[in-house]
């Protein structure tokens, strides 16, 4: 891989999927957290297609992202997982009495010894 690879000035940031960052996310390894912040700006560049592939690595990187080849790099690997986990809907579940509280109904027969 050269230095021409990916290249981008700028940190790649998440606020809207990963608002206290992908870092901090536990979905990604400690390399891929690199590899999508220093060159995830790029990648997304080539993904939405504001960026033209100028290496061979970069045009690879397209063919993958077209299904046309299987991720064979770390770089096409980690932006599948990226994607993976931005594309599905996650769904959480809480627990908590506050929703029942939400009603005005007397709770005069609770217990508050």
């Not at 993958?64 to 690997?77: N, R, Y």
């Amino acid at each position: 891989m050269s230095q021409s690879d990916f290249a981008s000035s700028k940190m790649f940031y998440d606020t809207k999927n990963f608002p206290r960052g992908i870092s901090r996310s536990g979905l990604f390894s400690r390399r891929e957290v690199e590899i999508l912040e220093r060159h995830g700006s790029a990648m997304q560049a080539l993904y939405d297609g504001s960026r033209k592939a100028e290496t061979a690595a970069e045009k690879d990187f397209l063919k993958v992202l077209a299904g046309e080849k299987d991720a064979s790099t770390e770089f096409e690997k980690t932006w599948l997982k990226y994607l993976k986990h931005t594309s599905q809907r996650r769904v959480s579940y809480t627990t908590g009495m506050a929703f029942a509280m939400a009603d005005s109904s007397d709770y005069s027969d609770l217990d508050t010894d």
